[in-house]
């Protein structure tokens, strides 16, 4: 069992940065895919990004709507992940919720039921 807690998240004027950041605890998740959801209110939790590790470094995906203004890393040392949200937008408003799944998946969309999740935290981007 692997726990996530979420932090990072505040209000933020449009074209801001916030930097979430995600401490997984009771496993090591080096081997983990981690990844990032979002959901705003009466919507569904649309997957953002994720990360898994390769022999060459990092592999990373990310959703069409967030790609070249987030970045998401890991630093496997401190069992944490980080999403850097650039330009934000108010259409990033939403709860952001880490994510991780035990092995490598380019398709955490698809499974979200087979994932652990944190408690979120939330991002409130004003106009």
């Known amino acids: 069992q692997v726990q996530l807690v979420e932090s990072g998240g505040g209000l933020v004027q449009a074209g801001g940065s916030l930097r979430l950041s995600c401490a997984a605890s009771g496993r090591t998740v080096s081997s983990y895919t981690m990844g990032w959801f979002r959901q705003a209110p009466g919507k569904e939790r649309d997957f953002v990004a994720a990360?898994?590790?390769?022999?060459?470094?990092?592999?990373?995906y990310y959703a069409d709507s967030v790609k070249g203004r987030f970045t998401i890393s890991r630093d496997n040392a401190k069992n944490t992940v980080y999403l850097q949200t650039n330009s934000l937008k108010p259409e990033d408003t939403a709860v952001y919720y880490c994510?991780?799944?035990?092995?490598?998946?380019?398709?955490?969309?698809?499974?979200?039921?087979?994932?652990?999740w944190g408690q979120g935290t939330q991002v409130t981007v004003s106009s």
């Open positions: 994510a991780a799944y035990r092995g490598r998946t380019r398709g955490m969309a698809a499974i979200k039921e087979d994932l652990y």
């Open positions: 990360t898994f590790m390769v022999w060459e470094g990092d592999s990373t």
